[in-house]
DNA sequence: CAGTATCCACCCTGATACTG
DNA sequence: CAGTATCAGGGTGGATACTG
């Protein structure tokens, strides 16, 4: 047994990951790099402004991305991953294999 | 890039151990082997019979747990992880430590 | 463009009581 | 012991309109 239960628990890091769209998004930064509000849109059709906002406000508090205002106008925002984010590339693509091998 | 945001989506398996729950009651099966309800009602003391139960019983349906019911008075149940419940330990170590990682 | 504000519906969850 | 039934509340998410 590697981890004891009593020192796991979900908020140990694990919430910051969790929800509807956060993998997603982390994994068209990993692809993109960077990327705007408007573009996470285009790829994510399905959420709302209210909800990218949010779990984007949400990574950045979580330092697993860094947002990036140029002011200019209009105003453009860009979206990377942090060195930390960046790590989750391996344990997201375990997850994902792990998934499919069970239908 | 090893995987595409297209194909990565959350219920590719991910929503499987989402949740408050789902990962504390894997890592106690995991130390434990078997455990019957109260055993978890025990070890997790603020979850509610009525979560305690939707949650066994969406990892049951999941295929990450077994449910095992002895037709004795009073009843007896027993939980336990199935191979592909088991499979999920090195990963959930890995973000473990990813968690711990920063701060 | 990149959000915020507002309103509203719904679902998730907790508490309590009950059952086989 | 191992749950289910019921009711109530609070937070979460969607739609729309508005702002710098």
């Not at 990036?68 to 790590?87: F, W």
């Amino acid at each position: 047994m590697k981890i004891d239960p009593q020192f796991c628990r979900v908020d140990d890091g694990l919430d910051t990951i969790l929800g509807k769209w956060k993998i997603p998004i982390i994994l068209y930064l990993l692809k993109n790099q960077t990327m705007r509000f408007s573009d996470l849109q285009k790829v994510l059709p399905e959420i709302s402004k209210k909800m990218l906002s949010k779990n984007l406000k949400e990574l950045e508090e979580d330092d697993l991305i860094t947002r990036t205002v140029y002011p200019t106008v209009p105003p453009k925002v860009e979206y990377s991953l942090t060195e930390h984010g960046k790590e989750l590339e391996d344990i997201i693509d375990s997850l994902h294999k792990w998934g499919l091998r069970h239908q």
